[in-house]
């Protein structure tokens, strides 16, 4: 797609948040087209699920319509998009969401589902669904901050302050965006070479650390562009 001007990430989850929404059709459409259907962001947002949280019925119907899978989690607490919607009460998008074939038995990493959830309030939504018995889904990270203390409990989780400081020669890792692949792991190692520009918009180059064939990057990929929103945690740095 090279000289078009694709749809940023953060205007296509952006046009369907609940904080200050734009809830543009068009701009819904677009990222469809562009492949970005079911993206996830950090936190394991997609648009579909963030639509719901934000009452947007046209644009759950639109995800819906071309094919939304209803059943991508966030990460931390592990909710589909039809928990959020049995939680907002929000039954028009609780009946679309079902009729795309979403499971209202699909439960979170402690084990409550979306029928309990209605069952608590006294609905009756999924009467017309024979109940199934799920196991639990594996939990995940949830960002970059939980990947630092899951994995490197003893290292600095470092501010915003701190991450737009970083110096050559510190080894830090990186949070990777985007859709996952097979080879694609959650975070990259890598050791600062270069520091262009300053604070807020300071961006680093650094060469990687990571075995190049555990990640998500092409085998002839020798360093990596980033700014202080990708930085997890700080490992150390490099004697004088």
């Known amino acids: 797609m090279a000289g078009q001007n694709i749809l940023a ?48 019925k046209e644009g759950v119907v639109e995800l819906l319509s071309s094919g939304a899978d209803t059943e991508l989690r966030y990460f931390r607490t592990g909710e589909t998009a039809l928990y959020w919607a049995v939680q907002k009460g929000n039954e028009a998008i609780v009946a679309a969401l079902v009729a795309a074939g979403a499971n209202p038995d699909a439960p979170n990493y402690c084990g409550v589902t979306a029928r309990m959830w209605a069952s608590r309030g006294g609905s009756t939504c999924f009467a017309h669904i024979p109940p199934m018995l799920l196991p639990l889904p594996p939990s995940r990270l949830q960002n970059v901050e939980h990947l630092a203390e899951h994995y490197f409990p003893g290292f600095e989780i470092p ?26 792991q959650d975070s990259l190692k890598v050791r600062i070479t270069g520091v262009h520009g300053s604070p807020p918009t300071v961006r680093y ?20 562009e980033f700014g202080p929103e990708n930085i997890a945690s700080v490992y150390t740095t490099l004697p004088p």
């Not at 950090?42 to 639509?51: D, H, I, K, N, V």
């Not at 180059?205 to 990596?224: D, M, N, R, V, Y």
């Open 9 to 56: 990430l953060k205007d296509w989850f952006g046009n369907c948040r609940s904080r200050k929404p734009r809830h543009d059709l068009a701009t819904l459409q677009r990222g469809i087209v562009e492949g970005m259907i079911n993206v996830q962001d950090e936190y394991g947002m997609t648009a579909l699920s963030l639509c719901v949280t934000s009452d947007w």
């Open 205 to 224: 180059t650094a060469i990687i650390e990571t075995p190049i064939e555990q990640t998500h990057l092409a085998g002839s990929t020798s360093a990596l």
């Open 159 to 184: 501010g915003r302050v701190k991450r737009e400081m970083m110096k050559v020669g510190e080894a830090v890792d990186l949070y990777v965006y985007g859709p996952k692949t097979e080879a694609r």
